[in-house]
């Protein structure tokens, strides 16, 4: 990771820097004020990330409740100095539309949160990252790693779950009748 400013920026003074001409097709997080350029996700996580927040989506359309947001949606976990981390897949469940999202970053947690790992994400990192959505007041955060084709459930207050690809995970209280089979996350559809 390389650090691309020096001077403490707030969550807005971000957003600004991230929409810059020079930094299109750039990924960006900010981490306590500092911007953190981030490799591009690759091929194999899009892939993941697009299976996860397809399993939601029919999730929410058969409850006809909820939405998903992905593609490294931003989202503030921390002010003062600000913290805006870029969630892979999340889950809202609020009476909020296209039309009245907020057009910057938002602080509201969502209902899930998901990080699927990438080659470059160290031990210490996913476990901050993990750890910031939990303060935040994320009730559920899903790690899903690609590589080793498993699933790590972390809520506060409990002793994290981990579920290989012949388990079946479910939503618990966060996501009453959510289910689906871990493997589900790493197929094509048919597979």
């Given amino acids: 990771m390389a650090t691309a ?9 971000f957003y600004d820097f991230v929409h810059r001409p020079e930094n299109a097709g750039k ?7 500092e911007v953190i350029e981030l490799p591009p996700p690759m091929k ?11 399993i939601l989506r029919n999730y929410a359309v ?5 939405y998903v947001c992905s593609n490294d949606t931003g989202l503030i976990v921390e002010q003062d100095p600000d913290t805006v981390r870029g969630v892979d897949v999340c889950y809202y469940i609020d009476d909020q ?6 057009r910057k970053y938002s602080a509201a947690p969502p209902r899930l949160a998901v990080e699927v790992r990438s080659p470059t994400d160290r031990g210490k990192k996913i476990m901050r990252r993990l750890e910031e959505y939990l303060r935040l007041g994320v009730p559920m955060v899903w790690l899903v790693d690609p590589e080793d084709r498993f699933v790590t459930v ?3 207050g409990k002793i994290h779950q981990v579920l290989d690809e012949a388990d079946e995970l ?12 871990i493997s589900e996350f790493f197929a094509r559809p048919g597979q």
Avoid: K
């Fill in 5 to 13: 400013t020096t001077r403490l920026l707030t969550a807005d003074e």
């Fill in 27 to 33: 990924w960006f997080e900010l981490e306590r004020g």
């Fill in 44 to 54: 194999p996580h899009g892939f993941v990330c697009g299976n996860v927040a397809g």
């Fill in 62 to 66: 058969a409850r006809r409740e909820g």
């Fill in 97 to 102: 539309t296209l039309d009245t999202m907020p």
């Fill in 154 to 156: 972390h809520e506060p």
């Fill in 170 to 181: 479910t939503g618990g209280d966060v996501l009453p009748e959510f289910r689906c089979r």
